[in-house]
């Protein structure tokens, strides 16, 4: 499965208020047209909440490791 790196997702969550659970990145990256890869890699993202961008970037880039 294509996943997206952590460039394209930070750039989806752009103007997201954090500290912010899994479902809101969802639903903000939904709300400002994110591409299917950049869905599904959030989706794929443990659920707990970010305390910003950083934070986020880690969880993506742990994802590519894992597998």
Do not use: C
Request: hydrophobic share 35%; net charge neutral; charged share 35%.
């Amino acid at each position: 499965m294509a996943r997206a790196n952590p460039v394209e997702v930070e750039k989806s969550l752009k103007g997201i208020d954090f500290p912010a659970k899994k479902e809101d990145l969802v639903k903000h990256a939904k709300q400002h047209g994110a591409n299917k890869e950049v869905l599904e890699t959030i989706q794929q993202l443990p659920k707990e909440e970010f305390y910003n961008a950083a934070d986020v970037a880690k969880a993506v880039g742990e994802l590519d490791r894992r597998q």
